[in-house]
């Protein structure tokens, strides 16, 4: 085999790097050197198959035998899994073998100096026509979230990546990461659903805008003495009143709390009665 493969050095302070197993490691620059440079065609059984750019065709044997001393099939299995989870590539049975497609190959291996969008574009296509890959904008949950194990396979993510909840929690765990590359964040889907319906409670129950949480958790983010002590949805949720009497105090957007906002509505109620009283006195 011959040819290069361009690694960006930003890869290592990535979380499929930073998270993954050293044989996990290894079998990433595997799949990487093994995919095809450019387009390639071939005939099998009186039939023409062709790959794109980032594509190659393997068997798990293969990659094993390819990856070197110390991988072991189940290593294989659970890395394709997770890679797959992190949409780094996708990962399909045909009928020549398994076709490994590596999603964003032409963001990162054109010969362009600097990748284009219309490079992404491109190779955004697995067997036929994967979907798009959405690492960059949606997901704590793949790749940014630590590894989803293989124990979670047939639970699904109880919010969409678009609903409020998600995007906070996108928020608060991007935010944490800054702070600490090291906090502990979710690492299962079980454990990220747990942190989505806590997000979820303070929006559905606790009646505040996501507006108005974003910009709490910003905040307190910033804070010296909060930044290590509101580290998951639930303690945002336990300290949300303090949260924004606190910031209110240090002069920024000036929010009510839960409390004063239930007293404030039972006030209102109170007053438009005794109006609508008054009224009915009036005309009588």
């Known amino acids: 085999m011959e ?30 050197c093994l995919a095809n440079h450019s387009e390639k065609s071939w005939e099998w059984q009186g039939k023409q198959f062709s ?15 390819k990856t070197g001393k110390g991988i072991t099939i189940q290593n294989i299995r659970s890395c394709l899994k997770r890679l797959e989870k992190l949409q780094f590539l996708t990962n399909k049975s045909t009928k020549t073998g ?9 963001l990162y291996q054109s010969e362009e100096t600097k990748p284009t969008k219309q490079s992404t574009k491109n190779q955004q296509r697995g067997n036929k026509e994967p979907t798009t890959n959405k690492n960059d904008k949606n997901v704590i949950m793949k790749e940014d979230i630590k590894d989803i194990s293989s124990q979670d396979d047939d639970e699904q993510l109880k919010f969409d990546i678009n609903h409020p909840a998600f995007k906070l929690t996108k928020v608060l765990t991007d935010k944490m990461i800054a702070n600490n590359p090291k906090a502990k964040i979710p690492e299962t889907i079980k454990q990220t659903n747990n942190w989505l319906v806590d997000m979820e409670r303070i ?7 996501p507006k108005q949480i974003q910009d709490v958790i910003v905040w307190c983010q910033a804070d010296n003495f909060w930044s290590s002590n509101i580290l998951s949805p639930k303690k945002l949720r336990e300290k949300m009143g303090t949260l924004i009497i606190q910031m209110n105090s240090k002069g920024k957007v000036t929010y009510i709390s839960k409390e004063e906002r239930q007293k404030k509505e039972r006030l209102s109620v109170y007053e438009e009665y005794l109006r609508k009283k008054g009224e009915i006195q009036w005309h009588q």
Do not use: C, M
């Open 3 to 32: 040819g290069w493969v361009k690694l960006h050095r930003e890869l290592i302070d990535k979380p499929i790097w930073l998270n993954s197993k050293p044989e996990h490691k290894a079998i990433l620059i595997t799949i990487l």
């Open 51 to 65: 790959l794109e750019p980032g594509q190659f065709i393997t068997s798990l044997d293969s990659l094993k035998e």
């Open 98 to 106: 398994r076709l490994i497609t590596i999603v964003n190959w032409g």
């Open 203 to 209: 929006i559905r129950l606790d009646k505040y805008e």
